[in-house]
T-cell receptor
Framework: SQQGEEDPQALSIQEGENATMNCSYKTSINNLQWYRQNSGRGLVHLIL?????REKHSGRLRVTLDTSKKSSSLLITASRAADTASYFC???????????FGKGMKLTVNP | NAGVMQNPRHLVRRRGQEARLRCSPMKGHSHVYWYRQLPEEGLKFMVY????????ESGMPKERFSAEFPKEGPSILRIQQVVRGDSAAYFCASSPPYDRAGYGYTFGSGTRLTVV
């Protein structure tokens, strides 16, 4: 299985602090994606990083990928209360094949 | 440009009844994926379809579950003779033929099925 596993499973921080979430996976991948899910809602795609990329930025998000360690990290800088959500990593083999999701990590940003 | 539309948002069924969940992908997206999410858990892949074709159904239970994506109309996930264990949120996602833009999937808001 190439299921991603997020670490930690839950994180509580104060507004303005940075939040770092880690994801590990087991098999070779073509890309790794991060999604956010607010309570009771669908998933929103945040960022995709391909296997030949090491780092990617999007606004306050920074994603790294280390294929040798089969791991990725998502950094949210200057967190806001609105960032409170569950975050999932998902791995894909490429093309339009299925994504395999981890169990998710719950982030709470306290105002 | 409407996103992925799922209906109904909430569905209550008695044990033994049938549940039909609908998903209309984003305009221009020809690939549809169904996922199931149990409370406090991640998403489990069920099935991947293109128009009139099931590409990968490795996550579908062998019995009672079926999916289709006809030439016209939405994709349908059908659960026959529902049991309490089928209670979950079912999400549909769509993607274009090739994810060259790197936008990932677009998810619908899900259908929350409750079996009583």
């Amino acid at each position: 299985s190439q299921q991603g596993e997020e670490d930690p499973q839950a994180l509580s921080i104060q507004e303005g602090e940075n939040a770092t979430m880690n994801c590990s996976y087991k098999t070779s991948i073509n890309n790794l994606q991060w999604y956010r899910q607010n309570s009771g809602r669908g998933l929103v795609h945040l960022i995709l990083i391909r296997s030949n990329e090491r780092e990617k930025h999007s606004g306050r998000l920074r994603v790294t990928l280390d294929t040798s360690k089969k791991s990725s990290s998502l950094l949210i800088t200057a967190s806001r209360a609105a960032d409170t959500a569950s975050y999932f990593c998902a791995t894909g083999k490429g093309g339009s094949e299925k994504l395999v999701f981890g169990k998710g990590m719950k982030l709470t940003v306290n105002p | 440009n409407a996103g992925v539309m799922q209906n109904p948002r909430h569905l209550v069924r008695r044990r033994g009844q049938e549940a039909r969940l609908r998903c209309s992908p984003m305009k221009g997206h020809s690939h549809v994926y169904w996922y199931r999410q149990l409370p406090e858990e991640g998403l489990k892949f069920m099935v991947y379809l293109q128009k009139e074709n099931i590409i990968d159904e490795s996550g579908m239970p062998k019995e009672r579950f079926s999916a289709e994506f006809p030439k016209e109309g939405p994709s349908i996930l059908r659960i026959q003779q529902v049991v309490r264990g089928d209670s979950a949120a079912y999400f549909c996602a769509s993607s274009p033929p090739y994810d060259r833009a790197g936008y990932g999937y677009t998810f619908g808001s899900g259908t929350r099925l409750t079996v009583v």
